[in-house]
């Protein structure tokens, strides 16, 4: 079994910055790739960023030159860095490790951004 476990959601301003973790444990074999995806009210879950095991990044469009992904391999933790966030960002962020049997879901962090 595999653990995923998030941190770092909370209330922010906007133009403001916040920094998600994710660290996964346990049988960790056949790592692929870590990703973050956000749900908002009433949408469907989407990607927002992804890392692979190789180190190569993708984004969505929506988060480009604002979000960044990083990776600690040693720790098997993915970081999501995201800056001049505006109210669209607002959703359930949501942290998923992808290994060549199965993902693996963390329970989510909240990320509002308000005034």
């Known amino acids: 079994q595999v653990q995923v476990v998030e941190s770092g959601g909370g209330l922010v301003q906007p133009g403001g910055s916040l920094r998600l973790s994710c660290a996964a444990s346990?049988?960790?074999?056949?790592?692929?790739?870590m990703g973050w995806y956000r749900q908002a009210p009433g949408k469907q879950r989407d990607l927002v960023a992804r890392i692979t095991s190789g180190g190569g990044t993708n984004y969505a469009d929506s988060v480009k030159g604002r979000f960044t992904i990083s990776r600690d391999n040693a720790k098997n933790t993915v970081y999501l860095q995201m800056n001049s966030l505006n109210p669209e960002d607002t959703a359930v962020y949501y942290c998923?490790?992808?290994?060549?049997?199965?993902?693996?879901w963390g329970q989510g962090t909240q990320v509002t951004v308000s005034s």
């Open positions: 346990g049988s960790i074999f056949g790592l692929v790739a």
């Open positions: 998923n490790v992808e290994l060549l049997v199965r993902a693996y």
